[in-house]
Structure formats: structure tokens, C-alpha cells
């Protein structure tokens, strides 16, 4: 015991952002085992949520000043585990997906009635879910695992969308979703694809050492960036914007434009600036051409709308264009 009290115990910042992953993994199985139960998932699994958001954010905050952290899990397929980093980039939009999940799950907390839509308790699971998985496809530093929460991520989204099922503009807007989500998520398999040279080791460290001539890393970038696109609603992959924020509740569509559509653009910038060792002139013409177009045609619709959540669909192309 003695020897034992001598071992200094501190837990680094992705030993944080871990629990808590797993802090909203076990909330959403409580919802499920809860689901009809509005006062309970309402009033104690919603703001433990946002709870884990704060202490994510907290624990980015600290993790943007740090050296890269990482970290190996025993999951995953044999040979290849499950691998973890956190460096700046990662860490500046985990406090994002943190500050913003954090006041969204407080408002979730008062957003369902009771005999509306589906049981409180599955979308409390959908919903934790999809916060779990958006932040391991910032902490992953391999294919495998971007993969895994990346797909996560876009059938839980999906989930969320389609709440209100019985209408057939809902399951309209919803299978268009999933149909250009997984569009997107071949774009990015290929482009991990290229990557990996053919040396068969999918972990990004191995990535970042290979060396790619200009016509594949290249291949890479556009594939990447139609990939991606697709997910943040670059045009013109952009058709499924304006049909799924008006489908999915109000929590869900704030959720998707100020988080998920980030995580495209965090992917991007991983692919492009650390994957990817040497960039191009001409990426960065393209880059602004297609933000400068995506910008303008959707602040335009954006000012014709009546929709509120249309409205916010186009304002959301927009400042998606103005980031890229």
C-alpha cells in the first residue's frame, strides 16, 4: 500500500476527454433503459450531459496549451487498435463541441413533452451518442477509428432527423442525408486510402511519414475536400441542409450547425495540414473559390427564407463558405 501512495496519479487531459466519452456513452444506455421516463431524462441525464460538455471543454482548454498526447485502446480489430491523439487542432474544436453541447443539452432538458414524438429516453441515447462519437472522430489518430465515429456520428445524426418519422417529408429529408453522408464517407475512405501508400499501417502516424508525389497527394485533397464538403454542406453537396434542419427537432439542428458541420472542416484541416506534408497553390484557389460561391448562395437564400430553420440551414452554407 505503501509503495502504492508513492505513484503520483494525474490524469491527462485525454484521460479526461476519454471518461467523458464514455460519461455520455453510459448516459444514453440509462436513457434507453429509461425511455419512457420525461422527468428523469429531462431532469438529471440532460444536465449531466452538459456537465461532460464543461469538463470537456476545460479539459481542451488545458489540452491546447500541452504538448500531443496519446494513447492506444485495447478495442478495435487484432493488430489494429483503436488510437488516440490530442494535440491543438483537436483540442480547440473539442472545447467547441463541449461549450455548445454543454447550453444545448440545458435546453434539451425543457424541450420534450410528454406523448410527443418518440420516448424521451431514445433520443437522449441518440442524442449522447452522437456527442460521444463527434468528439472520438476529433481524438482519433488512426483510419479505423475516424471511420468507425465518423459512420457513428451520421447514423445517430440520422436517427435525430427522422425523429418525427411519420411524416413522409421527414423520411424524404432523412434519406437524403444519409444518401449524401455516405457519399461523403467514401470520398474520405478513399482519401485515407491514398494515404496509406499501400503499406497497409492506417494509423496517422504512419501517414504523416509517408511521402506522396504531387499527383496522389493531390488525389488525396480533392478527395478529401468532397468528402468533407459533402458533410458541411459545400456546394454542391449542400441539398441536404435545407431539408434536414426543418425535419429535426430544434436541439438536434442547433447540435448539427454549430457542431457537426465543424467536424468536416476539422477533418479537412487534419487531412490537408498534418496528414498531408506538402500543400499546393492551386488547393487554396479551389478552397476559396468553392467557399466564396458556397458564401454568396447562401446568404442569398438566406435572406428570402421564412423558415426559421431553413433560415438557418442557408445561414449555416453560408458560414461554412466564409470558413473554408
Known amino acids: 500500500m505503501d509503495i502504492l501512495a508513492t505513484i503520483p496519479l494525474k490524469l491527462l487531459p485525454i484521460d479526461v476527454m476519454l471518461g467523458v466519452v464514455v460519461f455520455w456513452v453510459v448516459l444514453g444506455a440509462l436513457g434507453l433503459l429509461a425511455s419512457q421516463n420525461l422527468r428523469f431524462v429531462g431532469h438529471v441525464l440532460f444536465p449531466l450531459g452538459a456537465v461532460g460538455g464543461l469538463v470537456l471543454a476545460g479539459a481542451g482548454l488545458i489540452g491546447m496549451g500541452e504538448q500531443p498526447e496519446t494513447a492506444i485502446l485495447a478495442l478495435g480489430l487484432p493488430g489494429l487498435p483503436f488510437h488516440l491523439r490530442l494535440d491543438a487542432l483537436s483540442a480547440f474544436f473539442l472545447v467547441l463541441l463541449g461549450a455548445v453541447s454543454a447550453g444545448i443539452s440545458i435546453y434539451s432538458a425543457g ?3 410528454k406523448d410527443e414524438g418518440p420516448p ?3 433520443y437522449g441515447l441518440q442524442y449522447h451518442f452522437f456527442l460521444a462519437a463527434m468528439a472520438l472522430v476529433m481524438l482519433a489518430d488512426d483510419a479505423y477509428l ?10 445517430s445524426s440520422y436517427f435525430l432527423v427522422v ?28 482519401s485515407f486510402g491514398v494515404l496509406q501508400g499501400g503499406h497497409g499501417d492506417y494509423t496517422f502516424a504512419a501517414m504523416r511519414a509517408s511521402q506522396h508525389s504531387e499527383f496522389w497527394a493531390s488525389a488525396t485533397f480533392l478527395l478529401a475536400l468532397f468528402g468533407f464538403g459533402a458533410k458541411a454542406g459545400v456546394l454542391p453537396l449542400h441539398v441536404w441542409l435545407p431539408e434536414a434542419h426543418p425535419a429535426a427537432p430544434s436541439p438536434v439542428s442547433a447540435l448539427m450547425s454549430g457542431v457537426m458541420l465543424k467536424t468536416a472542416i476539422y477533418g479537412l484541416l487534419r487531412v490537408t495540414f498534418d496528414l498531408l506534408q506538402a500543400q499546393q497553390l492551386w488547393w487554396g484557389v479551389l478552397a476559396l473559390l468553392l467557399g466564396l460561391i458556397t458564401a454568396l448562395f447562401g446568404v442569398m437564400f438566406a435572406a428570402v427564407q421564412t423558415d426559421m430553420k431553413r433560415l438557418l440551414a442557408y445561414s449555416s452554407i ?6 473554408l
Open 163 to 190: 425523429s418525427n418519422h411519420k411524416v413522409p417529408e421527414v423520411r424524404r429529408a432523412g434519406f437524403l442525408y444519409l444518401l449524401i453522408a455516405h457519399l461523403g464517407a467514401i470520398g474520405i475512405l478513399l
Open 318 to 323: 453560408e458560414n461554412i463558405g466564409i470558413i
Open 146 to 155: 475516424f471511420m468507425v465515429a465518423w459512420e457513428t456520428m451520421a447514423l
Open 111 to 113: 424541450y420534450f413533452r
Open 120 to 122: 424521451p429516453g431514445i
